[in-house]
């Protein structure tokens, strides 16, 4: 049983799949392991890293390979190296992408979506929204204090007072929290805002004050897989409207709102934007999905009336060595469902519902019933 392990061949992408720790364990399952030249430099690991692990490091590493690993979505170029009905596991990007999709299919490979994982206690270790999304609101805070011309915390010294920043949180999931956490940890005074009620006890319990309006709506705004709903036009207006009394006073704002399959939520308005005072700065963390704060620019830090807004993609990707490492731990451990240990050999059941929830394409074909052809 072979395992490879791709290069990324997007350059705004610096995170790879496995690291010499995952490496070691692929062995241990009953693997020889290839890895791609080059591919952990970014997340500083290098070949010499692999091939101490037990990996050979070779161009062509898909070649034959069982099961191919990487961090995006593979082309259709690099889909031409790998045998048919081998695994392909990857974070595949599946909304809106048919042609993409199709391609796998045309490939004959057998496709697993990471981002698919279903949200169920024995799929937490695999879960790579959260292990990703964590980092990223780490991140957010980090960058948005760097754009910040103000401390964060509170401080009391001989040439007078700093005051503490506010920080506000728009979307409390998995991003949210590590954002409300870290902003703590800075000093800062934090509220947060979410439309799913459960949220409101996660918030206080960091110390953060939470702020919604608290209707009908909200109180069922939650599916059962826990995930928001899309909220009427009505509940977002007057959220609207008690968002832009409160960002007013706010030094910076993090929004983190998404709806799986939907456009992000739009929960800041330029004026909003306007309304806040020169040297405030927002990040945006759904810009790749539209953004949540309007003007904001996918890659950029831009400047509206002394206001900045944050817009850089691929935020887990800052801290490329972090995300890889967490990647690759959610990578084996869904292998590790997919191998038989004993047998040293690959056991797919796909009577499994994590195998059901990720799996993409299978026999030429794809299979999962969100992203099959209309006419099929
Ligand atoms: P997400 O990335 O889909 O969305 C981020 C947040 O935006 C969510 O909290 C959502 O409610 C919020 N949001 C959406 N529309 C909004 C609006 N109009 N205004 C304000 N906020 C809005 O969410 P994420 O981070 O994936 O987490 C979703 C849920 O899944 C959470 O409850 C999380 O705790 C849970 N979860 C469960 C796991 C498990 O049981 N294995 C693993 C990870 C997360």
């Known amino acids: 049983m072979k395992i490879a392990v791709g290069a990324e061949t997007d350059p705004s992408e610096p995170r790879v799949a496995a690291t010499p720790e995952t490496v070691k364990k ?15 430099v970014k997340s500083g690991i290098l070949d010499a890293d692999y091939t101490a692990a037990g990996a050979t490091v070779g161009k062509g590493a898909a070649s034959g390979a069982d099961i191919v690993l990487t961090v995006r979505r593979p082309s259709p170029a690099e889909l031409n190296g790998v045998k048919p009905g081998a695994l392909v596991i990857a974070i595949m990007d599946p909304y809106g992408n048919e042609a993409a ?14 981002e698919l994982m279903p949200r169920i206690t024995r799929a937490q270790s695999m879960d790579v929204l959260s292990s990703q999304a964590n980092l990223a609101g780490y991140r957010a805070v980090i960058d948005a ?44 005074v934090v509220t947060a805002t979410d439309v799913r009620p459960a949220t409101k006890e996660q918030v206080e319990s960091l110390g953060a004050k939470f702020l919604a309006v608290e209707d009908e709506e909200f109180k069922n705004a939650q599916t059962a897989g826990g995930y928001a ?16 009394e409160h960002i007013k006073k706010q030094d910076v704002v993090i929004t983190t709102a ?14 909003m934007v306007k309304s806040m005072r020169p040297g405030s700065v927002l990040v945006d963390l759904a810009v790749e999905r539209g953004g949540n704060v309007e003007g904001v620019q996918a890659g950029k830090v831009t400047e509206v009336g002394g206001v900045k807004i944050v817009g850089y993609t691929n935020v887990p990707g800052r801290l490329a060595a972090s995300a890889s490492g967490l990647y690759a ?15 040293k050999k690959l056991t797919v059941n796909w009577d499994d519902e994590i195998v ?3 799996a993409l394409t299978r026999d030429g074909l794809v299979v999962h019933p969100n992203f099959m052809p209309k006419s099929a």
């Open 258 to 271: 998404l709806i799986p399959g939907r456009p992000a939520p739009r929960l800041v308005s330029a004026e």
């Open 26 to 40: 692929m062995i241990g399952l009953g693997a020889e392991v290839a890895v791609e030249p080059g591919a952990g």
């Open 101 to 114: 999709l199709k391609a796998l299919a045309d490939a004959r490979v057998t496709a697993f979506a990471m």
């Open 356 to 358: 059901r929830a990720t």
């Open 229 to 244: 709903k899309e909220m009427s036009k009505e509940y977002q207006a007057k959220q609207a409207a008690l968002v832009a």
């Open 329 to 343: 731990k959610n990578l084996l451990t869904f292998l590790e469902i997919l191998i038989d240990k004993k047998e």
């Open 145 to 188: 204090s760097a754009e910040y011309g103000r401390a964060f915390p509170m401080m009391m010294t001989a040439a007078g007072t700093v005051p503490a920043a506010r920080v506000f949180i728009m979307g409390v999931g998995v991003a949210g929290l590590q954002a409300i956490a870290t902003a703590r940890r800075l000093g800062a």
